[in-house]
């Protein structure tokens, strides 16, 4: 452990923020071609581009409101919006990390923080990334179910990426009904994974981590069966996360009437970002950034005109990452700012 001074330890909190700071503004800089805006902006019928936004502003309230529900089913709590902040931040993780691996971490953190026990931090975290998990495969499953024949005859190039995102969230899934039903069950496939591993050499000093895995497992299992009991909750959440993923897939509808087109009506268009997202869900770049536009090309190629695909993919972009991104970011390096005042506020109290 580092003993660090009162000093140093702003320093590096502050530090953090900026790094934030100049994340967000790289990836916006580096990545997003400005110069597309004022011709789009003659060419687009503007009053999809506001619904698309509005949209994408539910789609973000809707998870502070799940969030709500998660916190308040395990521990009440009085901060002010703090539901709209851990939202805020898991969004912004999720796309500027690989895999969206950064988001539960920071979250569990912050609700720490903000005087959430760790514990209940943890369950809650792991109750919504669940609850997402389930709903979004089940959804995405049964779109994929009954579009099938035009997934193989008209899309056979993502086929096999749609196939490996649909292995890995049910794999995922299976996983996660496991842990519920068998947690020991979980914790003897995990040892002998990792068992196969260390004598292989892939990977050194695994089996020191087996304690750690094992506390997960139970945490896991125990967050899952608490929430499970709470059928009001849980019932709630299921339907809101259900119209918060409708509300997100229905964004390339937006875009594909912001250009005044017709002959794919919203359910066309609502499959096919379906499709969209589960090609890219296995590609590990945070936010998906490229994969998510080529994928586009792919998919939507005869659904946009040659002339104008290119700036329904640059629309796209901005609704699904970019648009995100900023508004997220803010938030989120705001919450970090809140949250050193509160730590360095409860350190002056105890000196």
């Given at each position: 452990?580092?003993n660090?001074?009162?000093?140093?330890?702003?320093?590096?909190?502050?530090?953090?923020?900026?790094l934030?700071?100049?994340i967000?503004?790289?990836?916006?800089?580096?990545?997003?071609d400005?110069t597309?805006i004022?011709?789009?902006?003659?060419?687009?019928?503007?009053?999809?581009?506001l619904?698309?936004?509005?949209?994408?502003?539910?789609?973000?309230?809707l998870?502070s409101?799940?969030?709500?529900?998660?916190i308040n089913?395990?521990?009440?709590t009085?901060?002010k919006?703090?539901?709209?902040?851990?939202?805020?931040?898991?969004?912004?993780y999720?796309?500027?990390?690989?895999?969206a691996?950064?988001?539960?971490?920071?979250?569990?953190?912050?609700?720490n923080?903000?005087?959430?026990?760790?514990s209940?931090?943890?369950?809650?975290?792991?109750?919504?990334?669940?609850?997402?998990q389930?709903?979004?495969?089940?959804?995405?499953a049964?779109?994929?179910?009954?579009?099938i024949e035009?997934?193989v005859?008209?899309l056979p190039?993502?086929?096999?990426?749609?196939?490996?995102?649909?292995?890995?969230n049910?794999?995922s899934?299976?996983?996660?009904?496991?842990i519920?039903?068998?947690?020991?069950t979980?914790?003897n496939?995990?040892?002998?994974?990792?068992?196969?591993l260390?004598?292989l050499?892939?990977?050194k000093s695994?089996d020191k981590?087996?304690?750690?895995?094992n506390?997960f497992?139970?945490?896991y299992?125990?967050s899952?069966?608490?929430?499970?009991k709470?059928?009001k909750a849980?019932?709630?959440?299921?339907?809101?996360?259900i119209i918060?993923l409708?509300?997100?897939?229905?964004?390339?509808?937006?875009?594909y009437?912001s250009?005044?087109?017709?002959?794919?009506?919203?359910f066309n268009?609502?499959?096919?970002q379906v499709?969209?997202?589960?090609?890219?869900?296995?590609?590990?770049?945070?936010?998906?950034?490229?994969?998510n536009?080529?994928a586009?090309?792919?998919?939507?190629?005869?659904?946009?005109p040659k002339?104008?695909?290119?700036y329904?993919?640059?629309l796209?972009?901005?609704f699904?990452?970019?648009?995100?991104v900023?508004?997220?970011?803010?938030?989120?390096?705001?919450?970090?700012?809140?949250?050193?005042?509160?730590?360095n506020?409860?350190?002056?109290?105890n000196?």
């Amino acid at each position: 452990m580092l003993n660090l001074t009162k000093s140093k330890k702003i320093y590096l909190q502050y530090s953090f923020l900026l790094l934030l700071i100049f994340i967000t503004v790289y990836l916006v800089s580096t990545t997003l071609d400005i110069t597309l805006i004022p011709t789009i902006i003659k060419l687009v019928d503007k009053k999809f581009i506001l619904i698309g936004l509005l949209l994408m502003i539910i789609y973000i309230l809707l998870e502070s409101i799940i969030i709500n529900i998660l916190i308040n089913a395990i521990q009440k709590t009085e901060v002010k919006y703090l539901s709209l902040k851990i939202a805020m931040m898991g969004f912004y993780y999720n796309l500027v990390t690989p895999f969206a691996s950064g988001s539960q971490p920071m979250q569990i953190y912050a609700l720490n923080k903000y005087g959430v026990d760790l514990s209940k931090s943890t369950a809650t975290v792991i109750n919504k990334t669940v609850l997402f998990q389930i709903v979004v495969t089940i959804y995405c499953a049964v779109i994929i179910f009954f579009n099938i024949e035009l997934l193989v005859n008209d899309l056979p190039s993502i086929l096999i990426l749609i196939s490996i995102g649909m292995i890995m969230n049910v794999v995922s899934l299976l996983g996660g009904i496991l842990i519920v039903l068998s947690p020991n069950t979980m914790k003897n496939i995990i040892k002998i994974g990792i068992n196969i591993l260390c004598k292989l050499k892939i990977f050194k000093s695994l089996d020191k981590k087996i304690y750690t895995i094992n506390k997960f497992i139970d945490e896991y299992s125990y967050s899952i069966k608490l929430f499970i009991k709470n059928k009001k909750a849980l019932c709630f959440s299921i339907i809101l996360t259900i119209i918060q993923l409708t509300i997100f897939f229905s964004i390339s509808y937006c875009i594909y009437k912001s250009f005044r087109l017709n002959g794919f009506n919203f359910f066309n268009m609502l499959t096919l970002q379906v499709f969209l997202y589960m090609s890219v869900s296995p590609i590990p770049t945070p936010g998906n950034v490229g994969a998510n536009e080529i994928a586009f090309f792919t998919i939507f190629a005869k659904v946009f005109p040659k002339d104008i695909i290119g700036y329904s993919v640059f629309l796209y972009s901005i609704f699904a990452y970019y648009f995100l991104v900023i508004i997220c970011g803010f938030f989120t390096i705001h919450t970090h700012y809140d949250m050193n005042k509160i730590v360095n506020k409860n350190k002056n109290y105890n000196i």
